[in-house]
């Protein structure tokens, strides 16, 4: 864990906001200048509290208007069983998030496909054919509220 004076934690809550923010602006929004926010960013970045910036895509916009969670419970456990469902189901395009989790399954996925029907072919032809695939859930999104995070 690194120190984060009230200064960092500012710059982290704009830049969670917006990542395309430059330096000039976020000196701006926190009281300092353009060369001070930018030394910050960059070491925020280099101590790890900054690990990427991400564009946020409509889904919806794009064609993409069914979001759909999946609880996976994989028929046979062990490493090799793990390894080989993790690799066969990054590899499938729709499959946005893939989470291995302690609870009722042992992994969570988030899928986002054009229409149910478009849900359907890709949980029969994709999910239901990798290997060690035993019992599945799903929930379909309905609506999403987006939470600010720990920084709030």
Do not use: C
């Amino acid at each position: 864990m690194i120190e984060l004076d009230g200064t960092d934690l500012a710059i982290l809550r704009v830049l969670a906001g917006d990542a395309t923010t430059s330096a000039a602006d976020v000196g701006r929004a926190v009281g300092i200048g353009q060369p001070a926010a930018w030394r910050r960013i960059k070491r925020l970045t280099d101590q790890g509290a900054i690990t990427g910036r991400r564009v946020v895509l409509d889904q919806a916009v794009l064609g993409f208007g069914v979001t759909v969670f999946l609880g996976i419970k994989l028929a046979a456990k062990g490493r090799t069983g793990l390894e080989d469902f993790e690799r066969a189901v990054t590899a499938i395009p729709e499959v946005q998030l893939v989470q291995h989790v302690l609870g009722q399954f042992d992994y969570r996925l988030r899928i986002t496909a054009r229409d149910i029907s478009d849900f359907e072919r890709i949980l029969r032809r994709r999910i239901m054919t990798l290997p060690g695939v035993g019992q599945v859930e799903a929930n379909v999104m309905l609506s999403e509220e987006r939470r600010p995070g720990p920084l709030g």
